[in-house]
């Protein structure tokens, strides 16, 4: 009875089928414990290693740097669109209530995404595709992403950051 | 200030006034904050709901400010703090500590609560529950936070010192009761989680006030999420105590093995607190070294703890069940078990809710790789209303249904629509649970206006299943909203309405205190029940890494 006192010797030796179950437990404790190293060994979709230190004004420089190399190939809604080459650093930045620029990819290359914010905390979604990462100012953050779709995806901001942040949404396109 | 006692007439307890009286104020300021949060709740989920879709966007972001902070901390904290005058001076029959310093914390709390609550309504703190740095608002919301901090710490440091009072007046032989032993493990993840939230929001409030020029985003994550996830462990450890306490005066449960019960809240103590690290799972500034070690939460081992409580508290009801003699076939003992009595059922919905929706989701989404698909998504928020609705909440609604007679002495008006309230709010919010969690598979944000991003730059098209399962949010919530609703009538009803109980041993049905005869009682049912708990958590764990391996390749 959960609401007395235990008196004398309550700590008795443990019943075999209490025995089974916390025993079953901790074995599936173990294997999810497991599965997160084994996924960064043999699985496709980790978090990124890659993070450095940068302030907003050292990030847009380097993100103007990046659409002025282009190639330009469209603009989209007052954005320029980048259709970068694989084997060179790809930037796109979140500040109040945008993503710059807009992206150009190709299905089954791999590119480096660097991303940070020039404000607030933003909240990377690719959408519907869902996956999801935080973008912090002051954190320059390196996704090596490969898409394995073709079609537009939409980057929508999944942190709130003020009033208009469910206008926050760009764009890539990958072929 | 002269201690002053009464006998309880059901239970044979000695009640302190000064205790029962705290107990009484701060069960009406969560029943405050529960209103104030579920009007929010309605114009939050109108405007959820794209069929509705009611509120401007600076309304709507206000007004989940509003119900996030009133329901997830108000509303649970003010009641966590009665439990604890319940759990120490009430069970052990002892005097309150500090009674004068247990009105000052309570004090403080309503300050507290009372600063926030109009910096949001003045529009002054438009930053949702998490305020995250650089995002700012008025400086004496964060003031808010830091009083209701201390004071709700000072409610806290009254149960531990209620404790020593106990053990050196001797109102107690042997043993702290299990349902003290479990409030003290709550209590003591409260002195961790309240630490944090005066560490990270004394220094934001500086800041607010122009004295500290920066605040770094990625250690105000980390050191907010100490207060924001600890803090719904302070809830786990409460809910699973009131689950062996309404387990105890609805059946009369005996636990099987007192040591294992124990240990499993040892357990929480010593690494529950780790979990915070989950909601940093897509954070730059951390290493994935760092993130599955803190995740794993020292190999799972909190996890191992509730899956424990999960098979001991249906084990002590089986055992006092057998033990009147329903002891036919695997099941007898739960068909016959008293459904129609609302503690008993919301007892068994919580465990029930909690367990398969809210624990395995949340064990999920917490697994380092698995965030990536989860991450801000509305299957966030179907985790956490499965946790702290349809878990703590129900919880607390059912023990208010035992808190009314025994403490404020009251019959509740009516023992059907009780009843009806309970079943009404744990079918409405199962329905809301699975509609968003389900939206939330289809990257549909949390925090966010309108998924149909009518006046973006650009517009997504969302599919029409998101919407489908939107709206099966939207009349789930509907129904739960009506059976929270429905509990405030009830508890305001009876508080001010409500048929005086009289002093006669019985005049409330307690269960009778089962004869512990020391004879072996088979758990069978209990265990058939657990297994079918692990069999769907493994299912659903791992068609979630199925889903993690069809997205794009990232590292
Ligand atoms: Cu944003």
Not at chain 1, 168 to 175: F, N, P
Not at chain 2, 48 to 59: E, F, G, N, Y
Not at chain 2, 206 to 230: E, F, K, T
Not at chain 2, 453 to 458: C, K, M, P
Request: hydrophobic share 50%; glycine share 8%.
């Amino acid at each position: 009875m959960s609401l007395q006192p235990l008196t004398g010797i309550w700590w008795k030796k443990v019943d075999s089928s209490e025995k089974v179950w916390v025993g079953i437990a901790l074995v599936w404790c173990l294997i999810l414990f497991a599965m997160m190293p084994l996924w960064h060994l043999k699985g496709g979709q980790n978090p990124s290693f890659n993070t450095f230190r940068t302030t907003p004004d050292a990030f847009l420089k380097k993100v103007e740097a990046f659409v002025e190399a282009g190639p330009k190939v469209a603009e989209d809604k007052g954005l320029p669109v980048i259709a970068p080459d694989p084997q060179k650093e790809v930037y796109m930045l979140g500040r109040l209530w945008q993503w710059y620029p807009a992206l150009k990819l190709k299905k089954g290359q791999t590119y480096r995404l660097h991303l940070s914010s020039m404000d607030l905390v933003h909240g990377f979604s690719l959408f519907p595709l869902n996956l999801n990462f935080m973008v912090l100012p002051g954190y320059e953050y390196v996704l090596t992403i490969t898409p394995t779709t073709t079609g537009e995806v939409f980057v929508v901001c999944n942190e709130f950051c003020g009033i208009g942040h469910h206008q926050m949404v760009g764009k890539i396109t990958v072929e | 200030m002269e201690a002053v006692f009464r006998t309880c007439a059901q239970t044979g307890l000695k009640i302190h006034n000064q205790a029962e009286r705290l107990i009484k104020v701060h069960a009406v300021a969560g029943v405050f904050a529960i209103l104030f949060g579920g009007i929010a709740a309605v114009l939050v989920l109108l405007t959820r709901w794209p069929a509705v879709h009611l509120l401007d966007p600076t309304s709507f972001y206000r007004a989940l400010t509003f119900h996030g902070i009133n329901m997830l901390i108000f509303w649970i904290i003010f009641f966590e703090i009665a439990v604890l005058y319940f759990a120490g001076p009430i069970v052990l029959s002892c005097r309150l500590a500090w009674p004068r310093l247990g009105w000052a914390g309570f004090g403080l709390m309503v300050a507290g609560s009372l600063l926030i609550n109009t910096a949001i309504l003045a529009g002054r703190a438009d930053v949702m529950m998490t305020s995250y740095a650089p995002l700012q608002a008025v400086s004496y919301f964060y003031l808010g936070w830091i009083l209701f901090a201390v004071g709700a710490l000072i409610g806290v440091c009254n149960f531990f010192a209620t404790l020593v009072v106990a053990r050196a007046e001797r109102t107690y032989e042997g043993s702290i009761p299990l349902v003290t032993f479990g409030a003290a493990t709550a209590a003591i993840i409260a002195v961790f989680t309240l630490a944090h939230g005066a560490i990270i929001y004394i220094p934001t409030w500086l800041w607010s006030l122009g004295i500290i020029s920066y605040i770094d985003p990625g250690i105000y994550r980390l050191v907010w999420w100490g207060l924001g996830h600890a803090s719904q462990q302070i809830n786990v450890a409460t809910m699973v105590t009131i689950w062996y306490l309404l387990a105890t005066l609805t059946v009369g449960a005996t636990p099987v093995n007192e040591k294992v019960c124990r240990s499993a809240f040892v357990l929480y103590i010593l690494f529950i607190n780790l979990a915070s690290a989950h909601h940093l799972l897509v954070d730059p500034q951390l290493s994935p070294a760092w993130k599955i070690w803190n995740t794993s939460y020292g190999m799972y081992l909190a996890v191992l703890a509730s899956m424990i409580h999960g098979m001991t508290v249906p084990a002590s009801i089986e055992v006092a069940q057998r033990r009147k003699g329903l002891t036919k076939g695997l099941f007898e003992w739960l068909a016959k078990a008293p459904w129609g009595n609302p503690g008993f059922a919301g007892m068994a919905l919580s465990l029930v809710l909690f367990g398969f929706i809210g624990g395995i989701t949340g064990v999920t989404f917490g697994a380092e790789q698995i965030n990536i698909i989860s991450h801000n998504t509305l299957r966030i928020t179907g985790h956490f209303h499965a946790t702290v609705v349809a878990g703590t909440t129900i919880a607390f609604m059912a023990l208010t249904y035992y808190v009314l007679p025994l403490i404020f002495r009251r019959y509740v008006i009516s023992q059907k629509l009780a009843t009806l309230q309970i079943y009404l709010f744990a079918i409405g919010m199962t329905i809301f649970i699975g509609g968003m969690t389900t939206a939330g598979s289809y990257a549909i944000p949390r925090r966010h206006w309108d998924v149909q991003f009518a006046t973006s730059q650009f517009q997504p098209p969302v599919e029409a299943a998101a919407f489908l399962f939107l709206g099966i949010m939207g009349v789930g919530g509907l129904f739960a909203l009506a059976g929270g609703a429905l509990y405030v009538v009830l508890t305001v009803g009876t508080v001010l309405f409500g048929r005086r109980v009289p002093d006669t041993p019985g005049a409330v049905p307690l269960a009778a205190l089962p004869q512990d005869k020391g004879q072996h009682v088979p758990i069978s049912g209990t265990l058939v029940l657990v297994f079918v708990f692990l069999a769907s958590f493994i299912i659903y764990y791992f068609l979630n890494w199925k889903w993690l391996a069809d997205i794009w390749l990232v590292k």
